[in-house]
């Protein structure tokens, strides 16, 4: 199944918190483009994020981000 622009998206911005502290979060303001607002709020619904402006990953969303770092990790090249 290849990734929808909705799953690039959430992927987008998961890739942008710092795995290295769970101390750390991201907001995403209301002058975002309406597609990323849009992930984000998606990304809290499915339990990733601890708002629905981005705030902390959840324990899922920790989960989930370091795997599609690993992904991106991986496709980007050297």
Known sequence: MPYTKDIVEELN???RYNLSTTQ???KVHKTASPETIAATHRLFEKGLV???DGGYLTNLGIETAQQAQTVLDILTPA
């Open 13 to 15: 911005i998961l890739v």
């Open 24 to 26: 750390e979060g991201i």
């Open 50 to 52: 601890s708002q629905d």
